[in-house]
């Protein structure tokens, strides 16, 4: 019996073990793994699973996320996608089944948004290029080559934006350095005022450039500033607690801003600054004559901005509130809807849809080619955007921009010659005494102690007189200080006045010139036989006895190129442009005519013309008036229209 048990267990035992050399000699099946590379660009990175080489079996489903930097947006996924569920999408996922490269690709945001300046916009739009309209005078739209703008600034004649690499571009107007912003880095906010250009870096100060002779400029010693704004001449700096800062021109309270707190946002202009409360309630201080700082009842406010004479207000519902000067309708924003930012300038006000439309409210036209009415008239004159007439009885009669009161000569008499300048008018009457109106920012208006003046002239910040006796008075300022210095001249017998320099005619038909010269507009020595001159911003005209015409100083535009006119009475000069009255009555013109200044082919009859900076007037032979220019565009862009 026991030999039998042990005979059995043996069997057993060889049976499992002949068994389990039979499993084990069956092959094993792999398992068969995958690599996946994993990069991004410049503007985000993949959060999940990261940026490296990672191995996974077959058939994995890998989750992807990819996360852009602030500023950016995620474009799509580029390399191998063939398993990629959807290469649009940030969040998505990827099949393993073979080895993978991808790459997740980033673009910089550019967010719409409109700046407004003296007299043109700025729109930046998505693709990072900006569009602008408007006054064009001095290049301040000159924007069509700008590329990788994250940020615009408008201020009264320049422009300035924001790059994505940090550094700034400005175009425009540049006397008082204002557009030297080509050294700036690190920059992270710019705002544009009247006549400087602030900028914040990425550390929390300021640098700032341009007109300082209120201290505005003087930012240096500020920090912890998170937003920056510029007015006519103050600069604003917002703090990282909420407390606001301001240096420069402070006659109306405009920089008396220590006790505002829990301000998330500030905006400035002409003699006023506004701060938007982090309860969307607003606060203002400075000039209210218009009642552009009444902004005490606003609530839900969720920006601000501030025009030269008007303060605008966007709601969280995408409506608008405005309060200030009207004169133009720039207040008229009360029908507005789903705006998402505003912005103001001088005359307009400008605002951008959910949809990156844009509308305007106000405009840049003046009514300074309003002339068609106009009877009895002896003598015209054309300054930047207001026209002046001399009626046969010595009374006078002026149309256009009037912000300084250069329209109001309504009660003048015994006037025997007019002349307008940059922002003002002024009269010879015939006792040999001047009288003048409108701006006065330079002393360009004080000639009431003037006597035996037979003929003036203005320029845009200076005014000059001829007295009888062949010598010359000035007032005012220009940028180089020396355009007034006309003491020693004698035998003049005509002045002429342009931007910051002065030109006279002798009795002998030689010419004098002094002031700024850096286009040459004072080389005129050499001028003989010259019966009559004129003077643009920085060009001079000069006509001759023979009816010819000569011309010096800039000629970017063609307004120097008169040298085929024949047959001339009588010429006048433009900020860009020179027009030119033939014996005939009819009229010829060169320069500038962005707006239509210099379309005066079907003018018959004339007997004199004027020029201004974007307009041309005639008087017929009737005593009446004709007008051309001032046909300046507004902005009817889509901002998310890429740029052609």
């Known amino acids: 019996m026991k030999n039998r048990i042990i005979s059995i267990s043996l069997t057993v035992a060889l049976i499992l073990s002949v068994g389990l050399i039979g499993c084990g000699s069956e092959e094993v099946p792999e398992i068969t793994e995958y690599n996946l590379t994993i990069s991004s660009t410049e503007g985000g990175e993949v959060t999940s699973p990261g940026e490296e080489t990672f191995t996974y079996d077959e058939g994995k489903v890998v989750n992807l996320l990819a996360t852009p930097h602030e500023h950016y947006d995620f474009v799509n996924w580029t390399g191998d996608v063939s398993t990629i569920a959807d290469v649009d999408s940030a969040v998505t996922t990827i099949i393993m089944d073979d080895n993978y490269s991808i790459t997740a690709n980033f673009a910089r945001k550019y967010t719409p948004m409109v700046a407004a300046g003296d007299d043109h916009t700025v729109g930046l739009k998505s693709d990072g290029t900006v569009v602008a309209v408007g006054w064009n005078h001095i290049g301040q739209c000159n924007v069509g080559d700008w590329t990788d703008i994250v940020q615009v600034g408008a201020g009264g004649l320049h422009t300035v934006g924001l790059k994505s690499d940090d550094t700034v571009v400005a175009v425009g107007w540049n006397a008082f350095g204002q557009c030297n912003v080509g050294g700036w880095m690190n920059i992270t906010q710019v705002a544009a005022g009247v006549v400087l250009s602030v900028g914040l870096k990425a550390d929390g100060t300021v640098i700032a450039v341009g007109r300082n002779e209120y201290g505005q400029c003087e930012v240096s010693g500020w920090m912890d500033i998170v937003q920056v704004a510029a007015g006519h001449s103050h600069t604003v700096g917002l703090k990282n607690d909420g407390r606001v800062v301001a240096v420069g021109w402070d006659e109306f309270g405009q920089c008396n801003l220590t006790g505002w707190t829990d301000i998330v946002q500030v905006a400035a202009a002409g003699p006023h600054t506004v701060g938007l409360k982090s309860d969307g309630t607003v606060v203002a201080a400075g000039w209210n004559a218009h009642g552009e700082c009444n902004v005490g009842g606003w609530t839900d406010i969720i920006q601000v901005a501030a025009g030269r004479w008007d303060m605008v207000g966007l709601k969280s519902d995408g409506t608008v509130v405005a309060v200030g000067w009207n004169e133009y309708g720039q207040c008229n924003v009360s029908s507005w809807t789903d705006i998402t930012q505003v912005a103001a300038g001088y005359k307009q006000t400008v605002g951008l849809k959910d949809d990156g439309t844009v509308i305007t409210a106000g405009g840049y036209y003046y009514g300074q080619c309003n002339v068609s009415d106009w009877i009895d008239i002896g003598q015209v004159a054309a300054g930047s955007a207001h026209t002046v007439g001399l009626k046969s009885d010595g009374t006078v009669v002026a149309v256009g921009l009037n912000d300084g009161g250069q329209c109001e000569v309504s009660g003048w008499t015994d006037i025997t010659q007019v002349v307008a300048g940059g922002n003002e008018a002024v009269g010879v009457k015939s006792d040999g005494t001047v009288v003048a109106t409108g701006g006065n920012y330079f002393g360009q208006s004080i000639v009431a102690g003037w006597t035996d003046i037979v003929q003036v002239a203005a320029g845009t910040t200076h005014t000059v007189g001829l007295r009888s006796d062949g010598t010359v008075v000035a007032v005012g300022n220009n940028p180089t200080a020396v355009g007034c210095n ?143 220019g001032a046909e300046v565009e507004l902005p009817t862009w889509n901002l998310t229209e890429a740029t052609p």
């Open 486 to 628: 006309v003491t020693g001249w004698t035998n003049i017998v005509q002045v002429a006045a342009g931007a910051g320099y002065t030109v006279g005619v002798k009795n002998s038909g030689s010419v004098v010139a002094v002031g700024d010269n850096n286009y040459g507009q004072c080389n005129v020595d050499n001028w003989t036989d010259i019966t009559q001159l004129v003077a643009g911003a920085v060009h001079t005209v000069g006509l001759r006895s023979d009816g010819t015409v000569v011309a010096v100083g800039w000629n970017g535009l063609g307004q120097c190129n008169v040298s085929g006119w024949t047959n001339i009475i009588q010429v006048a000069g433009g900020w860009y442009h020179t027009v030119g009255v033939k014996a005939d009555g009819t009229v010829v013109a060169v320069g500038d005519n962005s707006y239509g200044e210099c379309e005066v082919g079907g003018w018959t009859n004339i007997t004199q013309v004027t020029a201004g900076v974007m307009h041309t007037v005639g008087l017929k032979a009737d005593g009446t008036v004709v007008a051309v």
